[in-house]
């Protein structure tokens, strides 16, 4: 079974610059997150869905940040402009259920973020 | 929000079980406890997770006391590839059923 699948794997860009990243979930995984682990850190969650649907996004930073799933599978999230603060990495992680007490997430390997 | 304090490093050695302790002081009745690990440049691994019970399954066993305060993931033959750090995390389940990652144990296995 293929994992969670994240692209770029590395991303360098100056500040004020556009970025996106691209994730697609282990296949059937109907909840979907976007973490940020900046350096030394744990990761934070930045953007759950459920489907389509954003169900928790209060940890977004909507002035720079936005996030897309558009049929409930591959999502994107964007940061336009990019601030030197961004520099982390982005995680996405998949489950097959959000409301369930015991479902574990699935990590795909993260987008290393520079932005100089 | 329940939050998790974790020793920031330990060192074990190979073929030894290596014992990680966990505090969750503020942990309510229905949240869970899970414990994931992050290999250096890899996305976090899920490893072992409990409410009230101690629970095994191949990687790990979980001990979470009778209060409920504090927990221990025990590996019971730790080898060189179990070098990672280690994330105790308590998972909410009053709607948005968010993981709180803490900064983790940075686990060093030694030959």
């Known amino acids: 079974e293929a994992g969670v699948v994240q692209s770029p794997r590395y991303k360098i860009i100056e500040k004020k610059q556009p970025v996106a990243f691209w994730c697609n979930p282990i296949?059937?995984?109907?909840?979907l997150y976007w973490y940020r682990q900046n350096l030394g850190q744990g990761p934070e969650l930045l953007i759950r869905?459920?489907?389509?649907?954003?169900?928790?996004d209060s940890q977004l930073p909507k002035d720079r940040f936005s996030a897309e799933r558009l049929k409930g599978v591959d999502s994107t999230l964007k940061i336009q402009p990019a601030e030197l603060g961004d520099s982390a990495v982005y995680l996405c992680?998949?489950?097959?259920?959000?409301?369930?007490?015991?479902?574990?997430?699935?990590f795909g390997p993260g987008t290393r973020l520079t932005v100089l | 929000d329940a939050k998790t304090t974790q020793p920031p490093s330990m060192d074990c050695a190979e073929g030894r079980a290596a014992n990680l302790p966990c505090n969750h002081s503020?942990?309510?009745?229905?949240?869970?406890v899970y414990w994931y690990r992050q290999i250096h440049s890899q996305g976090p691994q899920y490893i072992i997770h409990?409410?009230?019970n101690n629970e095994t399954n191949e990687m790990a066993s979980l001990i979470i006391t009778e209060d409920r305060k504090s927990s221990t993931l025990i590996l019971p033959h730790a080898t060189l590839r179990d070098t990672a750090v280690y994330y105790c995390?308590?998972?909410?389940?009053?709607?948005?059923?968010?993981?709180?990652f803490g900064t983790g144990t940075r686990l060093k296995v030694l030959a």
């Open positions: 992680a998949s489950s097959p259920a959000g409301t369930s007490g015991g479902n574990e997430q699935f």
């Open positions: 296949s059937g995984h109907n909840t």
């Open positions: 869905y459920e489907n389509e649907e954003a169900v928790d």
């Open positions: 503020t942990i309510s009745g229905n949240e869970y």
């Open positions: 409990g409410l009230k």
């Open positions: 995390i308590v998972r909410v389940t009053s709607g948005t059923y968010k993981y709180i």
